[in-house]
């Protein structure tokens, strides 16, 4: 659990990188081919594609539209440290 200044240290640094790329997978700190590497990953373990999933940390919310191009037809709800 991160106390309150990590947490402002956190969300400073990737407003900070939106400020400079915009939405953009360097504004995430990840190289856009290793984002999708872990969503081919993710989709590899998916068995039910009409499930729902929670991302977690999910920036831009990229895995969703990777998701639906697969066939996904569940919900999909995305949380990110920063909620803008």
Do not use: M, T, W, Y
């Given at each position: 659990m991160w106390n309150?200044?990590?947490?402002?240290?956190a969300v400073d640094n990737y407003k900070s990188?939106?400020?400079k790329f915009g939405?953009?997978?360097?504004?995430?700190f990840?190289?856009?081919s290793q984002?999708?590497?872990?969503?081919s990953a993710l989709y590899e373990i998916t068995a039910n594609m009409q499930g729902s999933v929670l991302d977690i940390g999910c920036g831009f919310a990229d895995l969703y539209p990777?998701?639906?191009?697969q066939g996904f037809t569940g919900e999909y709800t995305?949380?990110?440290i920063v909620p803008e």
């Open positions: 309150d200044k990590e947490h402002r240290f990188a939106f400020d939405v953009d997978s360097k504004s995430l990840i190289p856009k984002q999708h590497f872990c969503f990777f998701l639906k191009a995305g949380i990110d």
